[in-house]
């Protein structure tokens, strides 16, 4: 009943009964980790080829409200290689709107998604800012709004990461996925594995599964920022949550957080990392990147095996894996270890 109610929300938000929406459902399988067969992975990778899972499903409730208020321009905020901004310059220009990029850098050499993105954007559409001036973005930001408002240009301003409450509906769609996911496969998931950059898609669903009941202890893996800014982010997640459905929350379900066992750093990477990607590759057939998935997989196998876990564990592949064509000539890759 509630749950039904919550469900058409979300659903209508994300504009799923119309033809054009995004496919916001992903399919789950078996692993095959230490000779268990109840390790699982949902393949949010699979939504798009080039927009990242999370990514998506943020966007498909962001866009709607967008169209619905005529916005000419948005501006999305980040680095040169943010997975946010190249699926932006994908799911804003197919429906019309023109991104405007402000970014870190540039880079002394443009790879992967930095060099994708110049397939949708001139580099003289690209507003560089430089990393002595980023903590002071927002005042060029607020210069390029004023100039254009004259103009009668309406703008939108997309945090960095896509950390907003317009992204709420679609970072919750993929608990109701889940639960299809769960129903079809006759499988209650014990423990849930997600990446966590701005945590709006790890921070939904904690709230999400608060409001339906769902008891599941949820594994986040810290990539970007800090334990701190989760627990931030996580309140204000409850809060439009809250809003959202006109519920209040009392408690939310038990959650775990970590660092990555590898490459602390957000982007860092190393060769235990691209060696890993090999091993994923090989023994499961599925394409990781260094900067999310593939420290989320190694954090995994890591927590699986030093906590013991039993019980059916769910791991969220949340895509992202362009961006590994930004590595392919790291020296793991030639085989010839
Ligand atoms: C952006 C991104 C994340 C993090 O999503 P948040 O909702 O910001 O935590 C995880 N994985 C991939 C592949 C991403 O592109």
């Known amino acids: 009943m509630y749950r039904n109610g919550f469900h058409k929300k979300v659903e209508e938000a994300c504009r799923l009964d119309t033809a054009e929406s995004f496919n916001l459902q992903s399919r789950i399988h078996r692993l095959h980790w230490f000779g268990r067969s109840d390790i699982w992975v949902k393949r949010d990778d699979e939504l ?71 397939l949708f954007v001139d580099d003289e559409d690209i507003h560089w800012i430089s990393r002595q001036q980023w903590t002071e973005r927002e005042t060029q930001i607020n210069s390029y709004v004023d100039g254009k408002k004259g103009h009668g240009v309406k703008i939108f301003v997309l945090p960095e990461g896509g950390h907003h409450r317009l992204a709420l509906p679609g970072s919750l769609s993929i608990l109701f996925d889940i639960l299809r996911n769960e129903k079809e496969s006759e499988v209650n998931f014990d423990h849930i594995f997600i990446d966590s950059g701005t945590g709006m898609v790890a921070q939904s669903l904690l709230a999400g599964s608060a409001v339906i009941g769902k008891n599941t202890i949820f594994h986040n893996v810290i990539l970007a920022d800090s334990f701190e800014d989760f627990e931030k982010g996580l309140k204000q997640v409850i809060q439009y949550t809250e809003d959202f459905l006109q519920v209040s929350i009392k408690s939310i379900p038990e959650y775990k957080l970590y660092y990555p066992v590898v490459g602390r750093s957000f982007g860092s990477t190393n060769s235990t990392i691209f060696k890993e990607i090999r091993c994923i590759a090989r023994e499961d057939g599925i394409l990781t990147d260094p900067v999310y998935s593939a420290k989320l997989f190694i954090t995994a196998k890591h927590t699986i095996q030093d906590q013991s876990l039993d019980g059916n564990i769910l791991l969220i592949h949340s895509g992202g894996a362009l961006a590994l064509s930004g590595f392919l000539d790291n020296p793991v890759f030639d085989n010839e270890e």
Request: aromatic content about 2%; charged content about 15%; hydrophobic content about 40%.
């Open 48 to 118: 798009s080829f080039g927009v990242s899972g999370t990514k998506l499903r943020k966007h498909a409730s962001i866009i709607p409200v967008l169209k619905q208020e005529e916005i000419d321009e948005v501006i999305v905020i980040g680095g040169a290689n943010s997975n946010n901004v190249l699926s932006a310059a994908q799911t804003l220009t197919e429906n019309g709107i023109k991104i405007i990029p402000f970014l870190l850098g540039p880079p002394s050499q443009k790879q992967g998604n930095s060099r994708l993105l110049s």
